[in-house]
């Protein structure tokens, strides 16, 4: 299985913040890796598919890039909405695998 | 608008069996592959099981392989995991998730609850 790990595992930031998590796969994925964010008791949302497509409807203060091994999100200005833990997940092959997540919280 | 709407979660004893149902809505039901992920309580996201559009191809993580069976009634826009053998460990959140052509899942379901307990 294709092991992803994301770091950091948890972050504080403040509102207006640039924001980087990163996510990286124990083989090469090409560029099938997805970044979610979820808020708590909500389902998760997608945000980036294939490394930086951004999903219709979210807005453009996120950004994805990276292939092959080394992926990361970007959330330019942090609205207090972004507040949540973010997933990415590999899509090259099943069994499709998740990062541990990285929670997003306020300073 | 699409909607994802799972239902058929519960309290079960280990060993026992339960369905899970998700009801599909506002897009061609048929030709979309379908996923079940879950998360346990205070967990990460953890794939469980895919499908085809047809429904003649599915594929199972290695924790729930034997155990677990996922369908779907295109006629009924509704796809199923049916779970026997449940373990302690399956307790879990259980989403479905509309999958696209590059593996990613565009809409979620809210989720149904599963808890196992004696």
């Known amino acids: 299985d294709i092991q992803m790990t994301q770091s950091p595992s948890s972050l504080s930031a403040s509102v207006g913040d640039r924001v980087t998590i990163t996510c990286r796969a124990s083989?090469?994925?090409?560029?099938?890796l997805n970044w979610y964010q979820q808020r708590p008791g909500k389902a998760p949302k997608l945000l980036i598919y294939?490394?930086?497509g951004l999903q219709s409807g979210v807005p453009s203060r996120f950004s994805g890039s990276g292939s092959g091994t080394d992926f990361t999100l970007t959330i330019s200005s942090l609205q207090p909405e972004d507040f949540a833990t973010y997933y990415c997940?590999?899509?090259?092959?099943?069994?499709?695998?998740f990062g541990g997540g990285t929670k997003v919280e306020i300073k | 608008e699409v909607q994802l709407v799972e239902s058929g979660g519960g309290l079960v004893q280990p060993g026992g069996s339960l369905r899970l149902s998700c009801a599909a809505s506002?897009?061609?039901?048929?030709?979309?592959?379908m996923h079940w992920v879950r998360q346990a309580p205070g967990k990460g996201l953890l794939w469980v099981s895919r499908?085809?559009?047809?429904?003649?191809?599915?594929i199972y993580a290695d924790s729930v392989k034997g155990r677990f069976t996922i369908s779907r009634d295109n006629a009924k826009n509704t796809l199923s995991l049916q779970m026997n053998s449940l373990r302690a460990e399956d307790t879990a959140v259980y989403y479905c998730?509309?999958?696209?052509?590059?593996?990613?899942?565009?809409?979620w379901g809210q989720g149904t609850l599963v808890t196992v307990s004696s």
């Open positions: 998730a509309r999958s696209r052509s590059g593996g990613y899942s565009d809409f």
């Open positions: 506002g897009f061609t039901f048929s030709s979309y592959w």
């Open positions: 499908i085809n559009s047809d429904g003649s191809s599915t």
């Open positions: 083989q090469s994925i090409s560029s099938y």
């Open positions: 294939t490394a930086s």
């Open positions: 997940q590999q899509s090259y092959t099943t069994p499709l695998t």
